[in-house]
């Protein structure tokens, strides 16, 4: 069994800051890509961020340069740090992971519960 737990997520007033966490546990061999997608109410599941295993990464549209992702390979987590929030901002974060079980050797995407994001004007 593999497990990614987020953490870190709040209210926060437009303009602020919040530190995200999500950390993966259970039978892991390798991690590979880990990332970190938003879905507000009625809206689809978006991209935010993505770090691959090399440490390059790839942000979505609406985050510009307010976001920085990075990750804790010796912990097997990885972080967003926000600033600048918009109340667009606002929803469900959720931790991605690229990661090979020592289970069964398989290589599979891993999703966190969420965590919520409350962005107030």
């Known amino acids: 069994q593999v497990q990614l737990v987020e953490s870190g997520g709040g209210l926060v007033q437009a303009g602020g800051s919040l530190k995200l966490s999500c950390a993966a546990s259970g039978n892991i061999f390798s991690v590979h890509n880990m990332g970190w997608y938003r879905q507000a109410r009625g809206n689809e599941r978006e991209l935010v961020a993505t770090?691959?295993?090399?440490?390059?990464?790839t942000y979505g549209d609406s985050v510009e340069d307010r976001f920085s992702i990075s990750r804790d390979d010796a912990k097997n987590v990885v972080y967003l740090e926000m600033s600048s929030l918009r109340r667009e901002g606002t929803g469900v974060y959720y931790c991605?992971?690229?990661?090979?079980?020592?289970?069964?050797?398989?290589?599979?995407?891993?999703w966190g519960e969420g965590t919520q994001v409350t962005v107030s004007s």
């Open positions: 770090i691959s295993s090399d440490y390059s990464s």
């Open positions: 991605n992971a690229r990661i090979r079980s020592t289970a069964n050797g398989e290589t599979m995407d891993y």
